[in-house]
T-cell receptor, first 111, second 114 residues
Framework: RKEVEQDPGPFNVPEGATVAFNCTYS??????FFWYRQDCRKEPKLLMS???SGNEDGRFTAQLNRASQYISLLIRDSKLSDSATYLC????????????FGGGTRLMVKP | EPEVTQTPSHQVTQMGQEVILRCVPI?????FYWYRQILGQKVEFLVS????????KSEIFDDQFSVERPDGSNFTLKIRSTKLEDSAMYFC????????????FGPGTRLTVL
């Protein structure tokens, strides 16, 4: 059973579009949640933490629904440089500080 | 901006050989981690390290693996007898605290076992 599940995509969108990614997690005891981005053959880079009240950072908005065990990421006004794989990441406190990664959703922004 | 560094960027080794991957975590961070990513697959946790001991490890982290903080700055992952299936990208990460603290990743070491 997958612990963190994401649609692998790819999502092909034009510049300026709004795109949303979703993620579900299986461990209801999970305590903290993150979105990372990963460019091809590079390290995961932290995009944003996801808080229960939802949070926004510029063009990026993250939401958490604990009841449904569901996390989302919304990207507004997509840029070519947003093309990457977006990783949904969960830290289950009862497992210590181990991050569990989803398989990632690939985004390609076209001119 | 402080960052995690890793050396070497690429390591090629023969099956059965020992390899040591090196990492320098961010200087004021207290928790250190190793993850790996086999080509085309997701990132997988290997081990976490705090206060000079392993705090958590996954099923992947068997007796062939060990970690060490030999001095105040380096954090190493040793694979005693490499297997073909150890070929992967190995990422080191560090965080200031645990759980709610974000983990920051190094650029990785690509390990190729022939």
């Amino acid at each position: 059973r997958k612990e963190v599940e994401q649609d692998p995509g790819p999502f092909n969108v034009p510049e300026g579009a709004t795109v949303a990614f979703n993620c579900t997690y299986s461990n209801s005891a999970s305590q903290s949640f993150f979105w990372y981005r990963q460019d091809c053959r590079k390290e995961p880079k932290l995009l944003m933490s996801v808080y229960s009240s939802g949070n926004e950072d510029g063009r990026f908005t993250a939401q958490l629904n604990r009841a449904s065990q569901y996390i989302s990421l919304l990207i507004r006004d997509s840029k070519l440089s947003d093309s990457a794989t977006y990783l949904c990441v969960v830290n289950s406190d009862n497992a210590g500080n181990m991050l569990t990664f989803g398989g990632g959703t690939r985004l390609m922004v076209k001119p | 901006e402080p960052e995690v560094t890793q050396t070497p960027s690429h390591q090629v080794t023969q099956m059965g050989q020992e390899v040591i991957l090196r990492c320098v975590p961010i200087s004021n961070h207290l928790y250190f981690y190793w993850y790996r990513q086999i080509l085309g697959q997701k990132v997988e946790f290997l081990v976490s390290f705090y206060n000079n001991e392993i705090s958590e490890k996954s099923e992947i982290f068997d007796d062939q693996f060990s970690v060490e903080r030999p001095d105040g700055s380096n954090f190493t992952l040793k694979i005693r007898s490499t297997k073909l299936e150890d070929s992967a990208m190995y990422f080191c990460a560090s965080s200031h605290g645990r759980s709610y603290n974000e983990q920051f990743f190094g650029p990785g070491t690509r390990l190729t076992v022939l």
